[in-house]
């Protein structure tokens, strides 16, 4: 039963949820994601339950989430935008306007961000996307995310390697131009910068200078990793 609009009073964390993080911490996984989450407080009840060495990614597939979205996505690590469930939430004109809040609120606090579900559908039994699909992918690319995210179309799909290929195409092609690059160029994180941030943003502006094609970065923590990619 699908009952949209509406805040459901359930457990965020089920018993089954439990033994599942469990076994993940065993495994030493470097993500948890955390499905259906609907508030700031649903998210901080079950980080309470998640060693601060784990990275948590929140799966966005309730619209009642994108009334504390921004408060969301300072709480976590990073953000899926889950456009299957939440299509099946909210009205479909809708999730281009969530998909662009929620990437806008990524780039605000830093956060990754993948974009998800049916990229490019069509390849599932077609070799090549339709134009309306590569557009799609690109427009998500435009927009500053981290990741795009292939699902059946790599799982299911009669042509997953040519569905893997036309995906880094179209990223490699947008990321080539010269529109993409003086957005991304031009864009500051909006919070006060600590010594880790303020460092990494000095290297990234030596390394523009210098033309560098890589920089290595030594951390424990793997904070200055993403203070980098930031």
């Known amino acids: 039963m699908n009952i949209p609009d509406t805040k459901l009073d359930l457990k965020i964390i089920t018993p089954k949820d439990k033994k599942d993080l469990q076994l993940a911490i065993k495994l030493d996984v470097d993500w ?13 009840t079950a980080k309470k339950l ?6 948590v990614m929140v799966k966005v597939e309730k619209p009642s989430a994108m009334d504390e979205i921004e408060s969301i996505t300072e709480n976590c690590d990073g953000i899926m935008v889950a456009r299957g469930d939440l299509g099946v939430e909210t ?28 990229m490019l559908e069509s390849m599932i039994d077609s070799p090549t996307p339709t134009r309306a699909e590569a557009s799609d992918v690109a427009t998500a690319v435009f927009q500053g995310v981290d990741a795009v995210m292939l699902s059946a179309e790599s ?15 179209i990223i490699k092609r947008v990321e080539s131009d010269s529109k993409y690059l003086a957005n991304i160029q031009n864009y500051n994180l909006d919070h006060t ?9 000095a290297a990234l502006e030596v390394a523009s200078i210098a033309s560098c094609n890589c920089i290595a970065t030594f951390s424990q923590s793997g904070r200055s990793f993403y203070e980098l990619r930031e």
């Not at 998640?50 to 990275?55: A, D, G």
């Not at 009205?91 to 049916?118: L, S, W, Y």
């Not at 799982?155 to 195409?169: F, I, Q, R, S, T």
């Not at 910068?193 to 943003?201: F, H, M, N, R």
């Open 32 to 44: 948890i994601a955390l499905s259906f989450i609907q508030t700031t407080k649903d998210l901080l």
């Open 50 to 55: 998640i060693p601060s060495k784990f990275k």
């Open 91 to 118: 009205n479909p004109e809708d999730v281009p306007i969530h998909q662009r809040t929620m990437v806008a609120a990524c780039r605000k606090f830093g956060r990754p961000c993948i974009v998800a579900t049916q």
């Open 155 to 169: 799982a299911a799909g009669n042509y997953p390697k040519e569905a893997v290929e036309m995906m880094d195409k």
């Open 193 to 201: 910068k600590t010594s880790t941030e303020a460092i990494a943003t």
